[in-house]
C-alpha cells in the first residue's frame, strides 16, 4: 500500500509540474506580447490602431490602422464555422449512428488523412484549383479573396470537428437511445432529441476547436486570400491578423515602429483568441448548470 501511494504521489507530482510549465509558458508569452505590443500602441494611439482604415507601415508617413485585419479574420472565422461545422456535425452524426462499419472505416480514414495533411498543402491545392475557380466563375480578375480563405478553412476545421464530435456520440449510453426507441421515438428523433443533447458539451468542445484553427491559421490563407491590407470584401484580396504578422515580420527592423506594431498585432490577436474561447466556455458552463 505504501508503495502504490508513493508511486501515485510521484504521478501527481509529475502532472503538478507539467500543469505548472504550461501555465508558465502562457504567462511568458502574454508578458513578452504585452511588453512588445504596448509601446507601439500608446505611440500610434490606441484608437488609431483599432480603427484606423489603412495600413501603409513602409510608407513616407506610415499609417498602422489594423481594421481590416481585424474584420477579415472576424468574416473569415464566420464563414468558415458556418459552412464548416454544419457540415462537420452531420457528417459526424451519419458516422456515428447511420453509417456501416465499411463506410465508417473508410470515411475515417479520409478524415485522419485530412487531418494529418500540412496547412501549406491546403493553401497549395487552394491557390492552384480553388483561386483560378473562382475566378473563372465569377468572371474576376483575380480568385485570391476573401471566399477562397473561407472554403479552405472551412476544410481545414473538418477534421477536429467530425473527430471530435465522433467521439462524444459514441460515448453517450445506449440505454438512453434503447429508451427513446421505447416510447416510439423514430432513429432520426433518438439522434438529434436524445444523442446529440447529450453528447452537446463534446460537440461544443470541437467547434471551439475549430474556431481556433480557423481564427490562428496562417500559411493557407496568406496563399489563397491575395495578402493586401484592404477593407473586407467576398470577391476582394484580404489580409488576416495572422498573415500580417507573418509577411511583415521577416522585413521589419528590430526596435523600429513597424516591428513593434507587428508584435501590437499580435497581442490584439492573442487577446481575441482568449476573448473567443473565454466566451465559449461561460457559455458551455451555463448551460450545464441549467
Not at 139 to 155: E, F, R, T
Not at 231 to 237: D, I, Q, R
Amino acid at each position: 500500500m505504501k508503495k502504490k501511494k508513493l508511486f501515485e504521489n510521484i504521478i501527481h507530482g509529475i502532472f503538478l509540474i507539467l500543469g505548472t510549465i504550461t501555465v508558465g509558458f502562457v504567462l511568458v508569452i502574454t508578458i513578452y506580447l504585452i511588453v512588445s505590443g504596448i509601446p507601439a500602441i500608446a505611440q500610434i494611439g490606441l484608437f488609431n490602431f483599432l480603427f484606423g482604415q489603412e495600413w501603409a507601415s513602409t510608407a513616407a508617413e506610415p499609417k498602422f490602422g489594423i481594421l481590416p485585419f481585424i474584420l477579415s479574420s472576424v468574416y473569415g472565422m464566420a464563414g468558415a464555422i458556418l459552412i464548416g461545422v454544419p457540415i462537420g456535425f452531420f457528417t459526424a452524426v451519419f458516422l456515428s449512428k447511420v453509417a456501416n462499419k465499411k463506410v465508417r472505416a473508410a470515411v475515417g480514414v479520409a478524415v485522419d488523412l485530412l487531418a494529418g495533411i500540412p496547412s501549406v498543402v491546403y493553401g497549395l491545392v487552394g491557390m492552384l484549383v480553388l483561386v483560378p475557380g473562382i475566378r473563372i466563375l465569377f468572371k474576376l480578375p483575380d480568385g485570391a479573396s476573401l471566399l477562397a480563405a473561407i472554403i479552405v478553412l472551412a476544410v481545414m476545421i473538418l477534421p477536429n470537428i467530425i473527430k471530435m464530435s465522433m467521439t462524444a456520440l459514441d460515448a453517450v449510453p445506449k440505454e438512453y437511445e434503447d429508451g427513446s426507441l421505447a416510447l416510439g421515438a423514430t432513429a432520426t428523433e433518438t439522434y438529434f432529441r436524445v444523442s446529440v443533447p447529450a453528447a452537446k458539451s463534446g460537440i461544443a468542445a470541437a467547434v471551439v476547436l475549430g474556431v481556433g484553427r480557423a481564427i490562428g491559421e496562417t500559411m493557407a490563407v496568406i496563399m489563397v486570400a491575395g495578402n493586401v491590407a484592404n477593407m473586407p470584401t467576398l470577391f476582394g484580396s484580404v489580409r488576416f491578423l495572422t498573415t500580417a504578422v507573418a509577411s511583415e515580420m521577416s522585413y521589419s527592423s528590430p526596435g523600429s515602429l513597424q516591428r513593434n506594431a507587428l508584435f501590437s498585432i499580435a497581442l490584439v490577436l492573442f487577446l481575441f483568441i482568449m476573448l473567443i474561447n473565454a466566451t465559449l466556455n461561460f457559455l458551455l458552463k451555463r448551460d450545464k448548470e441549467k
